[in-house]
T-cell receptor, first 114, second 118 residues
Framework: SAVISQKPSRDICQRGTSLTIQCQVD?????MFWYRQQPGQSLTLIAT?????????ESGFVIDKFPISRPNLTFSTLTVSNMSPEDSSIYLC???????????FGSGTRLTVV | GENVEQHPSTLSVQEGDSAVIKCTYS??????FPWYKQELGKRPQLIID?????GEKKDQRIAVTLNKTAKHFSLHITETQPEDSAVYFC?????????????????FGQGTILTVHP
């Protein structure tokens, strides 16, 4: 299965600022996904990032708030913009590995906004 | 869109007992159903998955069953051990394209907190 390096692992940020989270995969993957997991909750998909095209956002998530880049088949970034305390969550990237049909997750970024 | 309901939200068992977690899904086109285990502070880890052309799959103490007609699937853990204690998530996805090469998004259930008492 693919190995995903996600960073930063955690950060404490001031409200109104932005944080960019990076995910690097050790193999080329077609689709990358960004999830949010609020404390004690399930995973909610923010958007799907495809190389060479704009990300597809889920209901309730907008590009101005969560801009995504996908410059190649092994890398993606998610930016959390103009942060408020409500953005405090764990953010995870995930990839679909063609060979075994499985989805693998990065180690997550624990974001606290103060 | 897809909606996945998971029950129970918490489950407490004695070591050695069996545990069953159930999920229902709404989109009849969903055809891939993974189960994830998430320990505190860690990423979700895939423990077993099943595709819609199979009714049951087993891997040692873990098994998953799928009823496409009723649109529900279940996780069965036998001979539970304290290290099985974690949050378990079911999910559903629509896999498409030639040879199943297109991967749809995963929709997760709400999660089940499993506690296995020694």
């Amino acid at each position: 299965s693919a190995v995903i390096s996600q960073k930063p692992s955690r950060d404490i940020c001031q409200r109104g600022t932005s944080l960019t989270i990076q995910c690097q995969v050790d193999s080329q993957v077609t689709m990358m996904f960004w999830y949010r997991q609020q404390p004690g909750q399930s995973l909610t998909l923010i958007a799907t990032a495809n190389q060479g095209s704009e990300a597809t956002y889920e209901s309730g998530f907008v590009i101005d708030k969560f801009p995504i880049s996908r410059p190649n088949l092994t890398f993606s970034t998610l930016t959390v913009s103009n942060m408020s305390p409500e953005d405090s969550s764990i953010y995870l990237c995930s990839v679909a590995v063609r060979a075994n049909y499985g989805y693998t997750f990065g180690s997550g970024t624990r974001l606290t906004v103060v | 869109g897809e909606n996945v309901e998971q029950h129970p939200s918490t489950l407490s068992v004695q070591e050695g007992d069996s545990a069953v977690i159930k999920c229902t899904y709404s989109d009849s086109a969903s055809n891939y159903f993974p189960w994830y285990k998430q320990e505190l502070g860690k990423r979700p880890q895939l423990i077993i998955d099943i595709r819609s052309n199979v009714g049951e799959k087993k891997d040692q103490r873990i098994a998953v069953t799928l009823n496409k007609t009723a649109k529900h699937f279940s996780l069965h853990i036998t001979e539970t051990q304290p290290e099985d204690s974690a949050v378990y998530f079911c999910a559903a996805s629509r896999r498409g394209g030639a040879g199943g090469t297109s991967y749809g998004k995963l929709t997760f259930g709400q999660g089940t907190i499993l506690t296995v008492h020694p």
